[in-house]
């Protein structure tokens, strides 16, 4: 593996150590509270980012330039979490999905712009040329398309093929019906991800998973009126675009449905 990928998924290892499993619910509360929070959750940072670098990449982390990125980074990384703070603050909410997944993207490009600065790199320089090859690029859209077909536009198809069976269908009790059928929307397309992903990675036992846990969580709905034909219906014409995706792929990037 290049010395960047090395570097890079070391910095990364230590941003999820230090975000997740070291960052107590006494060290959310106290950047929450001011600084002294903060400054903490930097401290641990810098100790988890040094010692991932450390062990599995080639850099030497006791020059003055290493130092001094390592502790740009700390600081950038402090920067986003006071800033992210201050937003849910003023909004008067607790964390959110989007809140997340932004702070998350920018400290995973944070890290890699630290893993070329370490190296002293450009993006220019990056060897992707013997990696990312013609070939590849053809089976990565492949399989990009096909997930988004299935996934996405298969979710819309069986929500209109199913719309007959949710208009007479009464709420549960305190439920409210678009948002329930939202609900239905999500999880179908977390339903497909999940059997076409098991299929390529040859699990059929992981669809049958997927199905039954799925059928425990509804079981107290099936008894209510048309719910179990919405249910059938429903889950078949999804589990039938996820297989129909698998299979396509599978005899499109192997050949066979069987890999050998």
């Known amino acids: 593996m290049q010395p960047i990928a090395n570097t890079f998924l070391a910095i990364l290892l230590a941003h999820l150590a230090g975000d997740f499993p070291l960052q107590t619910e ?25 010692a991932s ?4 990449s080639p850099v030497r982390v006791g020059t003055v330039y290493c130092q001094a990125l390592l502790l ?3 600081a950038f990384h402090v920067l986003l979490d006071f800033l992210k703070t201050r937003y849910l603050k003023l909004r008067g909410r607790p964390d959110s999905t989007a809140p997340f997944v932004i702070d998350q993207v920018l400290h995973v490009l944070t890290a890699f712009v630290l893993s070329l600065g370490l190296l002293r790199l450009s993006p220019f320089q990056l ?42 269908m009464p709420a549960p009790e305190g439920e409210d019906k678009a948002a329930l059928r939202n609900a239905g929307l999500y999880i179908g397309w ?14 059929p036992a992981m669809v049958g998973l997927i199905l039954t846990g799925k059928s425990i969580a509804r079981l107290g709905e ?9 249910f059938l219906i429903g889950t078949l014409l ?7 995706g698998g299979l396509f792929l599978m005899l499109t990037l192997y050949g066979s449905v069987i890999r050998r």
């Open 190 to 203: 977390l339903e497909r991800f999940l059997v076409l992903t098991a299929l390529l990675v040859q699990s």
């Open 53 to 56: 670098l450390l062990a599995f």
């Open 72 to 74: 740009a980074y700390v």
């Open 127 to 168: 060897n992707t040329g013997g990696m990312w090859t013609d070939p590849v690029k053809q089976r990565v859209l492949l399989i990009l398309v096909t997930y988004a077909a299935v996934i996405f536009a298969g979710g819309y198809l069986v929500r209109s093929m199913t719309r007959s069976l949710t208009e007479d």
């Open 222 to 230: 099936l008894k209510g009126p048309k719910f179990a034909e919405y």
């Open 238 to 244: 999804s589990v039938s675009l996820a297989l129909g």
């Open 26 to 50: 006494s060290i959310i509360r106290a950047k929450q509270r001011g600084f002294a929070g903060l400054a903490i959750h930097g401290f641990v940072h810098y100790l988890a980012v040094l």
